[in-house]
């Protein structure tokens, strides 16, 4: 059964005037299908004026807390913010899958938690916010849905947290657990201290890191699990390699 369209406003931090236009971000095409257009319109139309909309919101927001930045940077930040698997990410935070429209088909194959349809339902949102309660309010919901990694790098470099985001989004491809982060250890006087952060995905692979903040500590930490994943799929693809090149032998 789903929860009430209430329930969701709250979440997202707008009451909709026109909830028409909620209800439309949030069907899928495969329940628009079943219905004849004019009763049940899909959110294809409404993701694509979302992603025009998040792309600029993001981009405005990083040249305008990284005027120095380079190019690559800022680039790199953006994709990362604009992915499929950071936006699913956020969907599933906003329990958005709840409220889905769904045809049968889909219902049955898991849609309600499938990347994809939940990261074009979270672009076709932000047009429904847009449309709704106009630019500053579109503007207010991705700085508080999307944009809060920045803030959470406080005073730090844009490449802060890159490799934290890096492995997040891998992790999350290789369908593994998601990154958890442990400050295990502290050393040296108040004025000169250095953190020792754990990063950790699931009960195997982890890596330590020392430096003069936990941000860094974790950053480094984050980079040395990446290389970790990184050899492990390089030996999986070779073993597959070699697999294929003996079963090609005659």
């Known amino acids: 059964m789903t929860p009430p369209i209430e329930r969701l406003e709250e979440k997202l931090g707008h009451q909709f005037k026109n909830r028409e236009l909620l209800f439309r971000a949030l069907t899928h095409r495969s329940c628009a299908s079943e219905f004849p257009p004019d009763e049940c319109a899909d959110n294809e139309q409404l993701e694509f004026l979302g992603d025009s909309v998040l792309g600029f919101v993001v981009s405005e927001a990083l040249v305008a807390r990284y ?8 680039s790199q930040w953006k994709s990362h913010l604009v992915s499929a698997a950071y936006l699913h ?7 958005l899958g709840d409220f889905l429209r769904l045809g049968k088909g889909e219902e049955r194959n898991g849609g309600r938690k499938r990347k994809t349809v939940l990261a074009n339902a979270f672009e076709a949102v932000i047009a429904a916010v847009l449309l709704d309660g106009g630019v500053e309010v579109a503007r207010a919901f991705i700085t508080t849905h999307v944009l809060f990694e920045i803030d959470e790098m406080g005073g730090g470099s844009i490449e802060l947290l890159n490799h934290k985001s890096v492995l997040q989004e ?19 006087p108040e004025h000169a201290k250095v953190f020792t952060v754990e990063a950790r995905v699931g009960d195997v692979l982890s890596e330590r890191a020392t430096a003069s903040s936990k941000k860094a500590a974790s950053q480094r930490a984050a980079e040395m699990l990446l290389g970790r994943l990184k050899t492990t799929e390089n030996k999986a693809a070779a073993r597959g390699a070699d697999g294929a090149n003996l079963g090609g032998r005659h």
Do not use: F, K, W
């Open 89 to 95: 990410h956020r969907a599933l935070a906003l329990e």
């Open 67 to 74: 005027p120095a930045a380079r190019e690559g940077d800022l």
């Open 170 to 188: 891998r992790t999350q491809a290789m369908g593994l657990p998601m990154p958890r982060y442990a400050t295990v250890g502290t050393a040296g």
